[in-house]
């Protein structure tokens, strides 16, 4: 397997992910500022790693700057955030305002869980999540928000790693939550 994978997170869970990946597959891991076309052209599959901000993919720019070069290969995309898999819209909007079209329909989409520490984000971070978490209107989403959790595992990649071995043709867009 001649693969690559390619990441962007912000504090750390987005690489964890992908360095477990290395290590079970033994393929190339690039940082999505680092890869350069050439890379994408070499390799297939291509996985990518990415996590949620403010309710779009970190590497939304990237991908769309790559969209040539990556649209006639079988993509892996696993998205890191701290949405709960329960809220399926929620999660499908972050794939809406971040995944260009042209890449939609040849993606295995994998949603895994993240991680927040509260008092490692920068101050600009913070006063975000506090604001989101004012406006929050669920009940007990405002506590939630606020509240460390780290639910890196390696084991939820298992899904993925099955697919990836197994080298599932996409015939349509899967996702995993």
């Known amino acids: 397997m001649k693969g690559i994978i390619i990441y962007k997170g912000k504090y750390g869970a987005t690489r964890q992910y992908a360095a477990w990946l290395r290590n079970e597959l033994r393929l190339q891991l690039v940082q999505a500022d680092h890869c350069r076309p050439y890379q994408i052209e070499l390799s297939d599959p291509v996985l990518i790693g990415t996590s949620i901000y403010v309710g779009k993919m970190q590497i939304t720019k990237w991908l769309k700057q790559n969209?040539?070069?990556l649209k006639n290969k079988k993509i892996f995309l696993f998205v890191?955030?701290?949405?709960?898999?329960?809220?399926?819209?929620k999660l499908q909007s972050y794939l809406d305002a971040s995944l260009p079209a042209e890449l939609r329909n040849q993606c295995r989409i994998y949603f895994l869980p993240g991680r927040l520490v509260f008092k490692k984000l920068s101050?600009?971070?913070?006063?975000i999540l506090r604001m989101g978490a004012r406006m929050a209107q669920k009940p007990g989403e405002r506590q939630r928000m606020m509240t460390d959790y780290d639910s890196v595992k390696?084991?939820?990649l298992d899904p993925m790693l099955n697919d990836i071995m197994n080298l599932?043709?996409?015939?349509?867009p899967a996702l995993t939550f």
């Open 67 to 69: 969209v040539d070069v």
């Open 168 to 172: 599932n043709p996409v015939k349509e």
């Open 123 to 127: 101050f600009w971070d913070k006063f």
């Open 154 to 156: 390696r084991e939820h």
């Open 80 to 89: 890191v955030c701290g949405t709960p898999s329960s809220e399926k819209e």
